[in-house]
């Protein structure tokens, strides 16, 4: 009998456990080019560098999730000397999702974030970059990304 609720129990506990992680699904990323029939822009992680608010003359741009911004209209965060400047000319994905400006934050290997910070993340990237800045490109890693989905697709099917 005790045998048996102990069975139980950890079936219980397996179906919670397996339920809860994983649940959340990550919004899609369209890539598209600004205007239809014009190929998206790709950057290189040292290309988007040189778009870190250092030059004044140049925009600034930063990434979440692969998807490059133009955040020049927010130069009193990002520009030199502000306050998330940090976060400008490269993709702080990781930083943004756990809330933190520590320099070993600033990546964007997402794969060990919980349910909540990745709902957050994407959160942050609808409410407020899509919203208020242009999109100008994507980060090469995005682009892989897509092509090993396409590739898993497409082994699938043969
Ligand atoms: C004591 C801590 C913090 C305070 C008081 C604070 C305050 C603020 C305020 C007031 C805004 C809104 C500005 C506006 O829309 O006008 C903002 C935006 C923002 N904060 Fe913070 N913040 C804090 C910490 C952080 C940290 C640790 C991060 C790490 C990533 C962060 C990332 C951001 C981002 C990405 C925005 C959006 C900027 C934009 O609209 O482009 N904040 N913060």
Redesign the pocket.
Known sequence: MAATSQILTAVLLFLIFTNIKGKYKQIEIEIAGKNENEPAKIFSESELKQFDGSDPDKPVYMAVRGVVFD?TE?KD?YGKGAG?NQ?AGKDASY??AV???EDKDMHHDISSLSDNELKGLDD?FLG?YKK?YPIVGYLQYLMDKHADKVSDRLSGEL
């Open positions: 955040v927010g965060f998330y976060l930083a943004i809330w933190s400006l942050v407020t208020k």
